[in-house]
């Protein structure tokens, strides 16, 4: 599995820098955010409720999960958990 090697969270532009083996790529705290998979936020996606993101939300902690990390936001959602796949998606997308 395509797992990156490093990963470093920059709180004061909020973008995680994910350092993967074809180089380094960064995703906005906001993006993330704004694209958590956790079963509630992939609901409203899906029935078209687009929350609003705030542009200053950042990301708080990062907990490892084996297959990926759980990251806590600083307004106080934690429970997504984003696959390592996932990320890179979202990087591809970008
Ligand atoms: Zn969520």
Do not use: K, T
């Given at each position: 599995m395509n797992v990156p090697q490093a990963i470093r969270n920059m709180r004061g532009p909020g973008q995680l820098v994910?350092?993967?083996?074809d180089g380094e790529h960064s995703l906005s705290h906001?993006?993330?955010r704004g694209a958590c998979p956790c079963?509630?936020?992939r609901a409203a996606r899906l029935q078209g409720g687009i929350s609003?993101?705030?542009?200053d939300v950042r990301v708080l902690q990062i907990?490892?999960?084996?297959?990926g990390v759980q990251l806590v936001f600083s307004d106080g959602?934690?429970?997504g958990i984003y696959p390592w796949a996932y990320l890179h998606d979202l990087?591809?997308?970008s």
């Amino acid at each position: 599995m395509n797992v990156p090697q490093a990963i470093r969270n920059m709180r004061g532009p909020g973008q995680l820098v994910l350092q993967w083996q074809d180089g380094e790529h960064s995703l906005s705290h906001a993006r993330l955010r704004g694209a958590c998979p956790c079963s509630q936020c992939r609901a409203a996606r899906l029935q078209g409720g687009i929350s609003l993101v705030r542009d200053d939300v950042r990301v708080l902690q990062i907990e490892p999960q084996g297959y990926g990390v759980q990251l806590v936001f600083s307004d106080g959602h934690e429970r997504g958990i984003y696959p390592w796949a996932y990320l890179h998606d979202l990087i591809a997308q970008s």
